[in-house]
């Protein structure tokens, strides 16, 4: 059974830090992309940030650049997300996202997590 399966959310304050990682299990994810969405209340989801299956490519959205940094390690089938400088509008469900083909909008991508909650407090 294909699992991911997001951890390290909760409340933070304000320019706080949270570490959100992936553990992906039950399935080969050899040369698949992974990425980060997130939704917050009442919006649509939106991309966070993408690495490549070597981790040499990786992508974010402009309003994470230079606050988060996205890394995996393959060796352990997991993917992180080191988030820096939190604000509130940062305040949403973040969930991961595995397949060969990684899109900015999500669709077509095949693997997903439940997701975990951030919440930054101002």
């Known amino acids: 059974q294909v699992q991911l399966v997001e951890s390290g959310g909760g409340l933070v304050q304000a320019g706080g830090s949270l570490r959100l990682s992936c553990a992906a299990s039950g399935h080969t994810f050899s040369g698949y992309g992974m990425a980060w969405f997130r939704q917050a209340p009442g919006k649509e989801r939106e991309f966070v940030a993408a690495i490549s299956w070597s981790g040499g490519s990786t992508d974010y959205a402009d309003s994470v650049k230079g606050r988060f940094t996205i890394s995996r390690d393959n060796t352990k089938n997991t993917m992180i997300l080191q988030m820096n400088s939190l604000k509130p509008e940062d305040t949403a469900v973040y969930y991961c996202?595995?397949?060969?083909?990684?899109?900015?909008?999500?669709?077509?991508?095949?693997?997903w997590g439940k997701g975990t909650l951030v919440t930054v407090s101002s």
């Open positions: 996202a595995a397949d060969r083909t990684v899109t900015r909008s999500g669709n077509g991508m095949g693997y």
